[in-house]
């Protein structure tokens, strides 16, 4: 089970802070990537980064605007994201896999309830 927070109501041009975090377990060897799912959209894939940290990846729309990221330490894995527009808004879900990271929903066997981020124009 993966626990996401950090979500929140944002204006346009606005920054967040998600953060992923595993429950009852490490994130040592997993692989974490972030999705999300705008109501009557399909769930898409945004930031993936491999569990060394040394390979990120990011889908074109979310290039130079969100970077992803992980601290050992607190086991837990991080998307900030800059200059957030009102296509940004979504719920927000965090998965994990040991295959490495993919793009798409199958590569991932764990996954997070989701946070909301909301942004306003």
């Known amino acids: 089970q993966l626990v996401e927070s950090g979500g929140g109501l944002v204006q346009a041009g606005g920054s967040l802070r998600l953060s992923c975090a595993p429950s009852?377990?490490?994130?040592?060897?997993?692989?974490v990537g972030w999705f999300r799912q705008a109501p009557g959209k399909e769930r898409e894939f945004v930031a993936g980064?491999?569990?060394?940290?040394?390979?990120?990846y990011y889908a074109h729309f979310v290039k130079g605007r969100f970077t992803i990221s992980r601290d050992r330490d607190k086991n837990t894995v991080y998307l900030q994201m800059h200059s957030l527009k009102p296509e940004d808004t979504a719920v927000y879900y965090c998965?994990?896999?040991?295959?490495?990271?993919?793009?798409?929903?199958?590569?991932?066997?764990?996954w997070g309830q989701g946070t909301q981020v909301t942004v306003s124009s």
């Open positions: 980064i491999e569990w060394s940290g040394g390979s990120t």
């Open positions: 998965a994990a896999d040991l295959r490495g990271v993919g793009s798409t929903r199958e590569a991932y066997d764990y």
């Open positions: 009852g377990r490490s994130f040592s060897n997993y692989a």
